[in-house]
């Protein structure tokens, strides 16, 4: 077929043009959501599709019962009898979830491990003395490397055909090394990224297909973004993931995202909360709007399935609420945005 010849003027003008997407999305996090009684799980799951939301985080580490006042069972962590030995007890749950989630039009975010395991005491932190070790000694690094090739590839979803995880693209948007690592020291944190590109590595020596993207796992607010992740000493990273509870988006975002771009990468907005009381309904719009306006992804912390208890740092929102209809009507406005980075490949059932 012969093509039309373009104008230099027409070229121009496209090259010039600023190049958007139309697969925005939002999504929400639930770290224990393997966990729930059927019902309840079929409720967070079902809230989040009415919702048109299209992935749910989570991640593999042990939790006790009764998480945020809901009716989870305890699990354990894949290592709880010791570091290299592995009850896949919480990966058979994750199945699970991955095929409910998947019925529903949603993939899951994985987290390979949870920095508050390290602040609990966990087998890593008895074995090698202490957090910081956990990042900087070579033998728990190498441990911890084992641990991710047995979740990725030793365990099997018996539900999906068998498969492995690596392989369970249509079920699995990404993975990341850790729930915020190291984000109990900035310091550290920034002394340290290769661990996070290391283990990101990892990941992808694992997981050869592109569309399950690799996550950094988030960060302390603007500390997320970090340009080390865009060198090429962090071959490995796809998506930053920023996670802001201080609704400061507007110092940093713009420029961390043309960065982004350039260096051919992706970000994302992977937590955010807006706290409990009398401006919570306020904030809540207020962020929507702010991410909005970055045409970026966000999975909003945290929905539940029961009345809120008002534990700790409050930012859960049962689903069915007042509250829950902003995060809902938000997601739904965020869907229909064109968005700054191509997430289609990812997204793709």
Not at 230 to 238: G, K, M, Q, V
Request: net charge negative.
């Amino acid at each position: 077929m012969k093509l039309p010849i373009l104008s230099s003027a027409l070229l121009a003008l496209l090259s010039s043009t600023k190049v958007v997407f139309a697969n925005n999305f939002a999504g929400a996090n639930n770290y224990y959501a393997a966990s729930l009684s059927q019902t309840s799980r079929y409720a967070l799951l079902n809230a989040m599709q009415a919702a048109n939301m299209k992935v749910l985080r989570t991640w593999v580490s042990g939790h006790s019962a009764g998480q945020k006042g809901s009716d989870n069972t305890a699990v354990n962590d894949l290592e709880w009898q010791g570091v290299g030995t592995y009850d896949d007890t919480i990966l058979n749950a994750i199945d699970q979830l991955m095929v409910d989630a998947h019925a529903r039009g949603i993939k899951l975010l994985i987290g390979m491990y949870d920095v508050n395991a390290l602040d609990a005491g966990d087998v890593y932190t008895a074995k090698y003395g202490s957090k910081d070790a956990f990042f900087t000694n070579s033998a728990a690094v190498n441990a911890f490397y084992q641990r991710i090739t047995h979740i990725l590839n030793g365990h099997k979803n018996s539900l999906v055909s068998n498969l492995p995880w690596s392989e369970l693209s249509a079920y699995i948007f990404g993975f990341e090394p850790m729930n915020e690592p190291m984000i109990y020291d900035s310091s550290f944190y920034q002394a340290h990224l290769s661990w996070i590109c290391g283990a990101a590595q990892q990941i992808r020596n694992n997981v050869g297909n592109p569309n399950q993207l690799i996550f950094t796992g988030g960060g302390s607010a603007s500390l997320s973004y970090q340009s080390y992740f865009l060198s090429s000493s962090c071959p490995a990273i796809d998506v930053i993931a920023v996670h802001d509870y201080n609704d400061d988006y507007d110092s940093f975002m713009s420029s961390a995202i043309s960065a982004t771009k350039s260096a051919g990468k992706k970000l994302m907005v992977e937590e955010w909360g807006s706290l409990y009381g009398s401006g919570q309904t306020a904030n809540l719009q207020s962020n929507i709007a702010k991410i909005n306006n970055y045409q970026v992804p966000w999975l909003y912390w945290e929905p539940i399935t029961n009345a809120d208890p008002h534990e700790g740092e409050d930012y859960e929102i049962q689903v069915g609420t007042s509250a829950w209809s902003i995060i809902a009507s938000g997601a739904e406005s965020t869907a229909q945005l064109s968005g700054a980075f191509d997430w289609s490949g990812a997204l793709a059932m």
